[in-house]
């Protein structure tokens, strides 16, 4: 089992939901002001119970919600890996779901420090897969996530993106295998890529040499301020 990170972006506003319930009803959380948020229905319903392991808020009103896009599916990122809409899709018999819904409910971080999950400043409320509309003629996916942040718990980070200076994430997600990009053997079956150089990253005869995942389940997500992966602190993603 391998670790891998990839750099993500918030493409739209973040949301305060305390601002979007002050005038309501303070509990529950209505409805209608979840679905015109576009906060799933349940999130008020099983937060109490990972609030509880992540130390975090159990009141939906305590939080901001950013939309961020994950990964471009199939591309690679600057650390030479790549995560294949196949791979996105493909079924988790352990968890029962698709691949990249194994982040939904997973706890967020600041800058990675993920070895205790106790020290999480929110959670991950729901993933989707959405096509890319202005580039690939249909055929190119980005993975899009919903982001809470505790605004006490993560009160460093919750200002500066709810301003809209910070807006650069970054996922961790567990990888069972490696194929080549290039052509398309499992690691270690070619003289492409190998497991003594997980970095493999360069060009041969005019095509990038790089690393497809396999196997994907993800555990993380991090708030981070100097993303690995260039683009993603580039306007140039929110066409995506």
């Known amino acids: 089992m391998y670790t891998e990170y990839a750099d ?40 109490p119970f990972a609030a509880k392991e992540y130390q975090i808020s159990k009141d ?17 990122n600057r650390n030479g890996v790549a995560f294949p809409l196949a791979t996105l899709l493909e079924w988790n018999v ?8 194994t982040f939904v409910g997973k706890p967020m971080f600041i800058e990675h420090n993920n ?9 991950i409320v729901d993933a989707a897969m959405r096509p890319v509309r202005t580039h690939g003629q249909g ?3 980005k993975l899009i996530k919903l982001a809470a942040i505790d ?5 460093e980070v919750a200002d500066p993106i709810l301003s809209g200076d910070l807006n650069t994430y970054s996922m961790g997600a567990y990888v069972e295998s490696y194929s080549c990009g290039y052509c398309g053997s499992p ?18 005869n005019g095509r990038l040499v790089f690393r497809q995942v396999h196997g994907i389940v993800g555990f993380e997500f991090s708030v981070v ?3 690995a992966f260039t683009p993603a602190a580039s306007n140039l993603t929110f066409s995506l």
């Open 225 to 227: 301020k100097v993303p």
């Open 94 to 101: 352990d968890h029962g779901m698709q691949a990249y819904r």
């Open 151 to 155: 605004r006490n718990k993560g009160y």
């Open 8 to 47: 993500a972006l918030g493409f739209l506003p973040p949301v305060n939901v305390f601002d979007q319930t002050k005038k309501s009803a303070p509990e529950p959380v209505q409805q209608d002001v979840l679905k015109q948020a576009g906060i799933p229905l349940d999130f008020p319903v099983w937060l």
């Open 187 to 204: 690691m270690g079956l070619c003289s492409h890529i190998n497991k003594r150089n997980l970095k493999d990253f360069y060009v041969n």
């Open 60 to 76: 939906p009103k305590d939080y901001i919600l950013a939309p961020v896009i994950s990964i471009p599916a199939g591309l690679p």
């Open 139 to 141: 055929k190119q996916w």
């Open 115 to 123: 070895s205790d999950h106790t020290k999480a400043i929110g959670v």
